[in-house]
């Protein structure tokens, strides 16, 4: 508290002397700069800044403004700013307090010291500084009492003295001198104490009461002033070498103009609330904004308004729509107001509201309300020109042909009609009907007219009066129609963007990033051939070459554009249409266009063409396993990256966002300024991020990329493959020799065993034919037996097959698991096949004795087991929630078969990726087998349990194969009963009920 209180006592005794000092003149750069109205933004502690008190503001080699606050060093790129603590460059304060440049590289120094270097984005603390600025970093201390940014104004008996890198300056009364090393190089007498000394572009000025004189590498020389200036206040930026006065609340930057003479350029306003609290300023020329560092007021941002504006205060209604251009340059609206040809603006105070309203070529105004069309009369008043059948929509003026084009709404059974009113005549001379409302008409060369209707184009040959209908619903409210190049139109349309129109080809213009340009009015074109479009959300500039070549192209981005709002100077974002004539340019080359709150006003030509600064940054990326740079190699293991950009915004072509894509992506998208690009999950590979944005009107763009890899796992590697193969070979070459040695060994044994099995063979046969002999005396139950067994393995078997033909060929990458599942299935198809064997007889004999409690758990494992194989060679997710204590007294035999069935049923018809689910129903007491399959149509569900009810003579529609058959068969021995049950779209559940 008592510092802020000794400082604000030394901004008392500053002002004190600067009251005191000579006058100089106040420079006029235009004669009407005085009306020039400034933007003014703060940036305060409330969601930007760190903290308001900012001491100094400095601009970096890619357009990123820098501030020095009492809390941390901040970075702007004209919409956010990114903040760094001392925290984080490990400093014992975090007040910071003045820049300076060298070569490439900005400097700051924080109140305990500390120096920081500031290049290509990077903020590092440093041990020493460049030696031009280590020789006077002391004068950019508060140590010396250097006010207002690198000015010093002595105490009472002390000297001026100023420090550049090469040379530092002295005056005092009666002498200038400049010393180099310790050694004085020149010394000039003069009687008087100067009442200013500034360093500024190379060269020092000395002013005295009534002389200036400039020191640049030689003898001072005196200069004669351009202007003189009363000044109140100087500033100078040390790091961007910019020299302020401000006089009369207005701030002026002085420049030398090449031959030591200084000019001065108004570049805005003090204001009133942070008088005498500037610490620091610095002007953008690029974008013509002023920035001014203050205390407790944040950081202040100007621009320079290129729109002027007319209030409606004249007592009429609100809203501007349509506007017209009458005799003697008179601008007239719909709502009442006039505007002379020198801005002047008065009212006819209507009594009623008009929409559309047109001039005629002889000077008569035409408006409408209702069902009338009201023609103005000499005495300003409105009288009815004619009446209509039903209430007018709009008007358009024809003056090819001198014809007033009114559209009106249908009335009752009277269609949509289009009346010709002919001027010369002042009657109706024919009616059209056009099935739609007119909105607005484009009347081309020849007979050729375009209609826009709330539904679409009509294109109308007048000669021939036919009418051909083009776009319908998606184009929706077309509001204008406007001609680009010879059969290239641009449509605006009313909550479905702009279009172009070539022939009957129809291509919409992609949206901005808002998508503000999906509710646009109409276009004016200007002397440029730039193209204006104002909309419900500002207003959009394209370049009009780029917007044709854009609907020849194939090309995908929108093309580079400025948007202005309410930041640009504008009196609202919302533009009003609605009507043929939306805008009128008077004479003067300004444009008048309608708003919801009065008349924007503006000279398109006199707005610049600015250009995005080109620098794109990735400021970090890092992912899951930290933080790593261009070109990294990352581990199998990531699963995130996330890269962070930095960009600049800082003039008037807001909107434009920069657009990503990795190299395998085929469609880029838009990436918010300043956010943070993430992908998850993936794959190993090579990978290349690309930026761009478009930085002008000349097509131009910035692009950079950034790489990375994501290594596979060491098992997925090249190597790794060619080391397994060696492997494998050496391993085959062991193999046959050890086998071709044990051959040796083992031949002459076989061949003794050759005779005694050929006698056993033979007997064999002579049993095998008595087998044969009494086979054939076996009943039909035993070939059912058969053919039970072999549907049960079947699909077991085709698994296997298909596994074990994928290891041989090697087309799989997962060896170790794939036998692993061999096994299993094998062991589990061996169990199966042992448990029927060992039974004896088939369960379809009669083996009611048999029946017995069954653990329902045990045995669904077993079948899971069994198909788990080929369920994951499919992806289908399989689950069992059958739980461990639920018995049930049934046959095992006959059960195994059946849920063996009903499970293979369910991976043959469940599609890759689906799921099977096993589960137990408690109360209902039943086990039921759910798929994600392609379901059955309730007459398919009649027909399956029709045939699972038992009745075996149906004929289904649907083929039935024998397991369903013979579950049939089998489930009225268990005393079990089947059934199926869901629709065509959510698969099917199997259910197994105990009676």
Not at 188 to 215: C, D, I, R
Request: proline share 3%; aromatic share 12%; glycine share 8%.
């Amino acid at each position: 508290m008592g510092r802020l209180l000794k400082i604000n006592l030394y901004l008392i005794k500053a002002s004190a002397l600067y009251c005191s000092m000579f006058l100089l003149s106040v420079p006029i750069l235009v004669e009407a700069q005085h009306d020039s109205r400034y933007i003014t933004t703060f940036y305060t502690d409330e969601g930007t800044l760190p903290q308001n008190n900012v001491r100094a503001v400095a601009k970096d080699n890619y357009g990123f403004l820098w501030v020095c606050t009492e809390n941390g060093l901040s970075r702007f790129d004209g919409e956010l700013f990114a903040t760094i603590n001392a925290e984080e460059l490990g400093l014992s304060s975090n007040r910071f307090r003045y820049f300076a440049r060298s070569g490439d590289a900005l400097y700051a120094s924080n109140a305990s010291g500390d120096f920081i270097e500031i290049k290509d984005l990077n903020v590092r603390l440093v041990d020493d500084l460049p030696l031009g600025i280590k020789k006077n970093w002391q004068d950019l201390t508060y140590r010396n009492k250097l006010f207002y940014q690198d000015t010093k104004f002595p105490e009472k008996g002390e000297n001026w003295r100023l420090v550049s890198e090469d040379y530092s300056w002295e005056a005092g009364d009666g002498f200038v001198r400049q010393v180099a090393n310790g050694d004085t190089v020149l010394h000039h007498t003069q009687p008087g104490m100067p009442k200013l000394m500034v360093l500024s572009m190379g060269a020092v000025y000395v002013f005295y009461q009534h002389e200036y004189y400039v020191v640049n590498g030689g003898q001072p020389s005196v200069f004669p002033l351009s202007f003189d200036f009363n000044f109140a206040r100087v500033f100078w930026n040390r790091a961007e070498n910019q020299l302020f006065f401000i006089k009369n609340e207005r701030i002026y930057l002085v420049k030398n103009d090449g031959e030591n003479q200084l000019q001065a350029q108004e570049v805005g306003r003090e204001l009133e609330e942070a008088s005498f609290a500037i610490n620091s300023m610095f002007y953008d020329e690029g974008v013509s904004t002023l920035y001014q560092a203050t205390n407790s007021f944040g950081l202040i941002k100007q621009q320079k308004s290129h729109f002027d504006f007319l209030y409606n205060d004249l007592g009429v209604r609100n809203v501007f729509y349509g506007l017209g251009m009458g005799a003697g340059g008179m601008i007239h609206t719909s709502s009442g107001m006039r505007i002379d040809a020198g801005g002047k603006a008065d009212t006819l105070n209507y009594q009623l509201w008009f929409n559309a309203l047109e001039a005629s070529p002889d000077g008569r105004f035409f408006r409408v309300f209702d069902n009338l069309l009201l023609c103005k009369n000499e005495n300003n008043r409105y009288d009815t020109a004619h009446i209509f059948p039903g209430r007018l929509l709009s008007l358009n003026m024809d003056t090819q042909r001198n014809i007033l084009w009114v559209g009106t709404d249908s009335l009752g059974d009277d269609p949509f009609k289009l009346y010709a009113f002919d001027l010369t005549d002042n009657d109706v001379v024919k009616s059209y009907e056009t099935k739609g409302t007119v909105r607005t008409m484009h009347f081309s060369e020849g007979s050729t007219v375009y209609i826009g209707t709330y539904n679409g184009i009509i294109r109308w040959d007048v000669t021939s009066e036919v009418f051909e209908k083009i776009g319908g619903k998606a184009l929706g409210e077309v509001r204008y129609i406007h001609r680009l190049d010879n059969d290239l139109y641009l449509i605006n349309t009313y909550g479905r963007g702009l279009f172009f129109l070539n022939q009957d080809k129809l291509r919409p213009l992609p949206l901005d990033v808002g998508a503000f340009l999906r509710f646009s009015h109409y276009v004016i074109e200007d002397e440029r051939k730039m193209i204006w479009i104002p909309t419900n959300r500002g207003l959009f500039q394209f370049k009009k070459s780029d917007l044709i070549n854009f609907a020849q192209s194939t090309q995908e981005h929108l093309p580079f554009y400025q948007y202005f709002d309410r930041t640009s100077g504008l009196i609202t974002n919302e533009f009003n249409g609605g009507c043929n004539l939306c805008a009128a340019k008077a004479s003067d080359g300004q444009w008048y266009l309608p708003t919801m709150n009065g008349l924007v006003v503006f000279h398109p030509e006199s707005i610049p063409l600015h250009a995005i600064n080109p620098y794109i940054f990735i400021t970090k990326a890092v992912s899951d396993e930290g933080q790593f740079s261009h070109n990294a190699s990352l581990s199998h293991k990531t699963s995130l990256v996330e890269f962070t950009i930095a960009a600049t915004q800082m003039g008037f072509s807001l909107g434009h966002n920069i657009k990503a894509k990795l190299n395998n992506q085929s469609q880029w998208f838009d990436v918010a300024q300043n956010k943070a690009i993430r992908y998850i999950g993936l794959p190993p590979g090579n990978y290349s991020l690309q930026l761009q944005r478009p930085i002008n009107f000349n097509g131009e763009t910035s692009t950079i990329t950034f790489s990375f890899t994501i290594m596979p796992p060491i098992w997925k590697t090249k190597p790794f493959f060619v080391l397994v193969f060696v492997g494998f070979l050496g391993l085959v070459f062991m193999v046959v020799k050890i086998r071709t040695r044990l051959f040796r060994v083992k031949s002459e044994t076989l061949e003794r065993m050759v005779d005694d099995q050929t006698m056993h063979l033979r007997g064999l046969v002579k049993d095998l034919k008595n087998l044969i002999r009494q086979e054939k005396g076996l009943s039909k139950e035993r070939e059912r037996v058969v053919s039970i067994l072999a549907h049960d393995v079947r699909s077991p078997l085709r698994f296997l097959t298909f596994l074990f033909n994928e290891i041989r060929l090697g087309k799989t990458d997962r060896l170790k698991e794939d036998i692993d599942i061999a096994h299993d299935t094998c062991a589990n198809l061996h169990k199966y096949v042992e448990d029927i064997l060992t039974t004896g007889k088939h369960p379809g004999e009669e083996q009611i004795e048999l029946l017995q409690q069954v653990k329902l758990n045990h045995l669904v494992m077993q079948k899971v087991n069994l198909f788990r194989g080929l369920a994951q060679q499919k992806s289908i997710d399989m689950s069992v929630e059958v739980p461990k204590q639920v018995s049930v007294f049934t046959n095992r035999n006959i059960l195994s078969i059946v849920v063996h069935n009903l499970i293979d049923n369910a991976i043959k018809y469940t599609p890759d990726g689906g799921q099977i689910a096993i589960g137990w129903n408690e109360a209902m007491n039943q086990l039921e087998v759910r798929d994600t399959g392609r379901g059955f149509s309730e007459k398919e569900l009649a027909d399956i349990n029709q045939v699972l009810s038992g009745d075996l003579t149906a004929s289904p529609q649907l083929n039935i194969g024998g397991g369903m058959k013979m579950i049939s068969e089998l489930s009225q021995i268990a005393e079990i009963k089947v059934f199926v049950k869901g629709n065509a779209k959510k698969g099917v559940t199997f259910v197994v009920e105990w009676l």
